[in-house]
């Protein structure tokens, strides 16, 4: 089992452990039955009647010198009840097993529900994002399948050992000063394990190191470097260091864990053994209370108990430990989203207003935004521009309301964004980002976004033929069909940086939109296909209201209005003429590009 | 017959395997034998052996006070075994296993820096090959763990088996019988899981894949944007059902198989067959007592153990992880083509690069990505490439550096073919900045150094000169990246890409090699890049791609390649005359603030 890092609070595991067990009920309660009709078998039957009853019965009869055919008898009863118990244990992990699935399917549906629900800016927050991931460890790594597990093994130890201590009193209660101290071994085992989890804990900065040292090592997108710089020797160094302190912490912790270990090996293994052999030779030599039955009892009953002492161990331990993914499980689903929809169905786009707008991210010192006001009419094309880090995509942010802002408000035709349903809202903008993404679906599906009839492939190699992606798209043997990447499809294709985004611009065809939000793409194209884009983009927004956020100025110039954010505030605003007359900011962005430009056409 | 041709490539590949772990640390692999008979056979002994002792005295009835000697000697085995062992674990093996992971790892690591980068590009290598190797390489280690069990059971097995032997040899053959009939079941078992775990790890693939979409921040924004989550979690789930119905059809044999040898080893071979025969002995035919009953019906169930570990375990082991082995043998024993020669370049000053009939087309395509490339780059020049997407610009400067090997034609540097110094010297007379620079874990210094023991004050230049103006609260010794310090510093998009050019201007050689170092600057920034970078680099011959035309007016010569080829070349002034590609490219950026010129005069 991985180890998570230590959190300040203890968290509360019995409530943790009850709140996942529900939650796991309400999915499939097949598990969990499964899980306690497998370890009640099995510890019945391993712990109870294979090992004490079975050589216990036959001995009383071998030590009487007792009758052959009764003896048979014996045998077959247990060979019956035997055959009962395994049929029983087959049976829970078949369940067990199947059911599984079906609850790890029913579990990933309800976080995927959850995490659609939750904003953007959830996402940015290390803190959600740590709570997310451990949320899908339970998943990924099927720990709520050992929390089922270990629950139930509990329970089903604790039954066995009730039925070996009895049997161990009907021979002679004095043994169980002996053979009970192995449970007590407990206490001392999670306290090692305590300090094994202190000692992993010191070095999970180190084995970070090694990890992400192994990475820049194997990875491709290192493998240049490594080849043409000395970088591999300051990883190196750092790997050399990390296994030293490792070892230092080794060091460090052997002599505590040796004592611990060497404790609980006393009181588990030395005491029971030699004390129950020494109790047992005894009573044979001065006393005649003592039978070979009642000796192969105690004998067996070392490691029953045992046995059970260490599947407790186990458990509590898998227990512990688990609580803490639940707990974040639980916070996971107790987020609630900042960004809350309205009811409102937005109307016809007329007019989207910034008012006094300030933002500012969690955690973050300054305002990212300050201040903001501005109107986009219906049909107007308006320019983002700014340097890196000025606020332009926050603004876009919060224009698709993927934040709200910390002051001011967004109109949309006169009312507060707030008040409209979120996903109709956000399905008035026709979006491209920089970082668009496409799935690995069906080249019509990501088009579409649906699961395609006729029409709809209709619809969408008609959107491919608008947005430039039809010419590459025609050329695959399965066209509109066929599937994006070859993450699982063998016949799947990879796209060029080029055909994605206009794959992403086909998207913006396909839907009716209100305003077109495009965030250029930088400068990983050539200048012809750069060129080929813009005017793609041009044409797919003909007509339509548009927010331009600009890299370069060339799409600046066309547009009817532009803002220049500096520091989060709008530095100056105007068309194209009036800013470069103005001589501020924008001035001095054109001109620097436009400088090397220039001087060409003087030369 | 395959398969036993298999088993025996796998049993070598684990001979191989103790082999090199014995030629890393010998020490370690001995006392971890030792380590595993003190630790478990003692104890098996005494279960089996204790109580046959203690009941043939009690049996004999004479001198009862013999039953103080045995529990002395299982005192005495208990607390030496134990004392022993752990004191082995904690303050040894630990350590020893650290160093001899870390020892392996390196290994694995200075080959991996070795070999060649076409082979990065062929997915088959890089997938099944390289990420194996990456998520195995420390674990391979924990094989000891295996050879040391096998060994304890072995020994156990003999010992064992031999105490039962001389009590009844017909109760060994009892046991082994009904673990050789009932063992196949055991081989059908761990076949069914693998194959279980092979479909699902395909079904799993799929349905990971939906999953991570909704996990990843870089999905966020397009997720809640378009209406497509429906489609999604409708996909994940018709691969959630696919894994489903494999979990159900494999678990039914699974279980069923299971159940079945656990029901004829343990109950009908070990819970009836043989204590009926030791019954029969015992009040029959009266030759075996209760102590010999009772040592044989404890033994049977540590030989059955055993003899199920010793097989079908240990086959199921060598098969899995015979195939680690052998990729890591295999990896081990990869050779690089790209070889270096014998002399040391020189790295002084610049000088003449003389590229003649280049040719270059990545491995399993028909496609030539460079087509006879001929050109001269005189010392201190300043070169730039341009051309569209897919020309063939970065793979050019790929093979200048010896990442890849050319196909045709050769490149000499000051006469020399640059086939004919060493990779080291090589490496060193250039400073490359690629498109898709990385930013490293690690010090600042150090990632503009890109070596150990940066120059601090020559760090702090090369940072002056790229325009980061970052401050940073460490100075040069500021930790980049929050990998492994929660404090460590980030870095936004356009102050990497100054870091990242930095480093040409750091390193002390006479060649810089800067792919796009504009790319994610704005256009404030970039006008002061392109003003510093030629005074920085003065003293050296650059070479610089670029698609902004803007920043390469100022290069003393462009070469504009289309499709593998050099299509035009010359000065600015020049190719604008010629009015051809350049001019064309040239002329479709800088129209709009051309336009707005003319409206401006």
Redesign the interface.
């Known amino acids: 089992m991985r180890y998570i890092k230590l959190q300040k609070e203890k968290a509360p595991v019995v409530k943790n452990v009850v709140w996942a067990l529900k939650l796991i009920l309400k999915t499939d309660k097949r598990l969990p039955m499964s899980a306690l009709l497998m370890q009640f078998s099995s510890s019945f039957f391993h712990v109870y009647v ?1 090992n004490i009853l ?2 216990k019965t ?2 009383t ?3 009487s ?4 055919s009764q ?2 008898k014996y ?1 077959l009863m ?2 019956a009840v ?2 009962l118990c ?2 029983l ?3 829970g ?2 369940v067990n ?2 059911s ?3 609850v ?2 029913k579990l ?2 309800l ?3 959850k ?2 629900s939750l904003d ?1 800016a959830n ?2 927050d290390p803190q959600f ?1 740590d709570k ?2 451990r949320a ?1 460890d339970i ?2 790594r099927g720990y709520f399948h050992i929390l089922c597990n270990s629950v139930a093994s509990i329970f089903g130890t604790v039954f066995s050992l009730i039925l070996v201590i009895i049997t161990v009193i009907q021979v002679n209660p004095l043994y169980l000063l002996f053979t009970l101290p192995s449970t007590a071994v407990f206490a001392v085992e999670l306290a090692k394990s305590r300090k094994l989890y202190k000692r992993d804990l010191a070095m999970t ?1 180190n084995e ?3 990890a ?29 260091a990390a ?1 030293k302190t ?2 230092m912490i ?2 460090e ?3 505590p ?2 004592i611990y ?2 404790v609980s ?2 009181f588990s ?2 005491l029971p ?2 004390g129950t ?2 109790l ?2 005894g009573q ?2 001065y006393t005649d209370t003592m039978t ?1 039955s009642a ?2 009892v105690v ?1 067996s009953s070392i ?1 029953s108990v045992n046995r059970a002492a260490n599947s407790l161990v186990s458990a509590f331990n898998n227990i512990s430990q688990l609580a803490l993914y639940f707990s974040n499980l639980r916070e996971f689903f107790d987020y609630e989203p900042g960004v809350n929809s309205g009811e409102e169905i937005p109307g016809e786009f007329e007019s989207l207003e910034f008012r006094n707008v300030s933002f500012r991210y969690l955690g973050a010192e300054t305002d990212s935004l300050k201040n903001v006001s501005f109107t986009l009419n219906k049909g107007e094309k308006l320019a983002v521009v ?4 000025a606020g332009k995509t926050t603004l876009v942010k919060l224009m ?1 309301r ?1 934040y709200d802002p910390t002051e001011g408000e967004i109109l949309y035709n006169g009312r507060n964004i707030k008040e409209f349903d979120i ?1 109709k809202y ?2 008035l ?1 026709g ?1 491209v ?1 920089q ?3 496409n ?3 069906s080249v019509n ?1 990501n088009v579409i ?3 395609c009839d006729d029409s709809d492939r209709a619809f969408a190699e008609e959107a491919m033929k608008n947005s430039g992606a039809w010419d590459k798209i025609s050329t695959l043997p399965d066209k509109g069909e066929t599937v994006l990447t ?3 499809d063998k016949n799947g294709v990879g796209l ?3 055909e994605n985004q206009k794959l992403s611009t086909a ?1 913006l065809f396909a ?1 009716d939109f209100e305003i077109a939000v495009l965030d250029e793409p ?10 080929k884009m813009y005017d793609n983009l041009v044409r797919a927004t003909e007509g339509k209201s548009v927010v331009y956020i600009s ?4 799409s600046a ?2 547009s009817d209005r532009i803002i220049v954010l500096d520091g989060g505030s709008i530095a100056e605003r105007g068309n ?2 009036e800013l ?1 007359a103005l001589g501020g900011i924008y001035a ?3 001109n ?10 003087v ?1 | 017959m395959n398969k036993i041709k298999n088993t025996t490539s796998m049993i070598g590949h684990m001979i191989y395997f103790v082999r090199l772990m014995f030629s890393i640390s010998p020490v370690f692999v001995i006392l971890e034998l030792i380590y595993g008979l003190l630790l478990r056979v003692p104890g098996r002994l005494i279960s089996v052996l204790g109580m046959k002792y203690i009941i043939d005295v009690v049996e004999s009835g004479e001198n009862l006070e013999r039953i103080w000697i045995g529990v002395g000697v299982i005192a005495a085995i208990l607390v030496i075994s134990h004392l022993l062992s752990w004191l082995y674990m904690e303050f040894y093996w630990n350590i020893a296993k650290e160093k001899l992971s870390a020892g392996l790892c390196k290994k694995l690591y200075e080959k991996a820096r070795e070999i060649d980068l076409e082979e990065y590009d062929n997915p088959d290598f890089y997938n099944n090959f390289i990420l194996t190797i990456e998520t195995s390489a420390d674990n391979i280690q924990n094989l000891l763990g295996f050879v040391r069990n096998y060994f304890t059971e072995f020994v156990t097995f003999f010992t064992i088996g031999a105490v039962i032997f001389t009590i009844d040899p017909i109760c060994l053959l009892i046991i082994v019988v009904t673990v050789i009939v009932f063992l196949p079941f055991s081989g059908i078992v761990g076949n069914l899981h693998m194959g279980r775990r092979k479909d699902n790890a395909e079904l799993h693939h799929r349905s990971d894949y939906f999953q991570r979409i909704f996990y990843l921040q870089d999905y966020a924004k397009e997720v809640r944007m378009n209406n497509i989550s429906p489609l999604l979690i409708n996909r994940y789930n018709e691969a959630a059902d696919a894994v489903i119905e494999n979990q159900n059809k494999y678990w039914k044999k699974i279980s069923f198989f299971s159940g079945l040898q656990e029901t004829g080893i343990d109950v009908l071979g070990l819970m009836f067959v043989l204590p009926a025969y030791l019954g029969y002995c015992v009040l029959l035919k009266h030759n075996i007592g209760a102590g010999d009953f009772v040592a044989s019906f404890n033994g049977a169930y540590q030989i059955a153990i055993s003899i199920e570990f010793l097989t079908v375990t240990a086959l199921m082991v060598f098969s899995e992880r015979g195939k680690m082995i052998e990729k890591y043998r295999e990896f081990l024993a990869c050779t690089p083509k790209i070889k270096g020669g014998e002399e040391t370049a020189s790295c002084e000053k610049p000088e003449t690069i003389e590229i003649r009939n280049l040719s270059f087309t990545y491995p399993g395509s028909d496609h030539p990505v460079l087509k006879n490339i001929n050109l001269t780059i005189k010392p201190y020049e300043k070169i730039a490439l341009v051309g569209y997407n897919g020309a063939g610009k970065t793979t050019l400067t790929n093979l200048l550096l010896r990442l890849y090997e050319a196909s045709d034609g050769e490149i000499l540097i000051g006469g020399k073919n640059i086939k004919d110094v060493t990779l080291e010297s090589h490496k060193n007379r250039f400073a490359a900045v690629f498109q898709d620079f990385q930013t490293y874990a690690c010090t600042i210094g150090e990632n503009v150094a890109l070596d150990v023991n940066p120059d601090k004050d020559r760090v702090t230049q090369a940072l002056k000169h790229s325009g980061f103006s970052k401050s940073l609260k460490n100075g040069v010794d500021t930790e980049i990246l929050r990998e492994f310090d929660e404090s460590g510093t980030m870095l936004s998009g356009g102050e990497s890409q100054k870091m990242a050019v930095s480093r040409a201007f750091y390193k002390d050689c006479p060649y810089a090699i800067l792919d796009e170092p504009s790319a994610n600057l704005d256009p404030i920034a970039e006008y002061e890049l392109n003003k510093t970078m030629l005074e920085a680099a003065e003293h050296k011959t650059v070479i610089f791609i670029s698609h902004r035309l803007s920043t390469t007016v100022g290069a003393d010569k462009i070469y504009v390649m289309a499709d593998g080829e050099i299509i035009e070349s010359g000065s600015h002034a020049e190719l604008m005359e010629k009015n051809g590609t350049y001019a064309y490219m040239f002329n479709l950026q800088a129209e709009k603030y051309r336009q707005d010129n003319k409206q401006n005069s």
């Open positions: 294979k079975f050589l036959l001995l009869v071998i030590d010198r007792g009758d052959f003896y048979i045998l247990f060979l035997s055959v395994e049929a244990s087959w049976y992990s078949y097993y199947s599984v699935k079906v790890l399917k990933n549906n976080i995927f529900r995490a659609l953007v996402y940015e994002y997310y991931q899908t998943t990924d900065g970070r190191v090694k992400y040292i192994k990475r820049t090592v194997f990875l491709r997108e290192y493998s240049k470097d490594m080849r043409t710089s000395n970088i591999f020797l300051v990883m190196m160094k750092r790997f050399e296994v490792n070892i080794y060091k912790y052997g002599f864990l040796f270990s060497t090996s006393f293994e030395f053994t030699v052999y020494a047992a030779g044979f030599i070979i000796f192969s004998i490691n700014g340097l890196n880090g698709m993927f996903e956000r399905l903008f979006a980002f970082d668009y993404k799935f690995a679906l599906e976004c649906r699961v070859k993450e699982f060029s940086g080029g998207r839907h930088s400068s990983a194209l050539d200048p012809v296909a750069e060129y890299h370069r100025l060339s110039v066309l194209h003429t470069l001095e962005m054109f620097h590009q436009a400088e090397a430009y220039g001087k060409a056409e030369g």
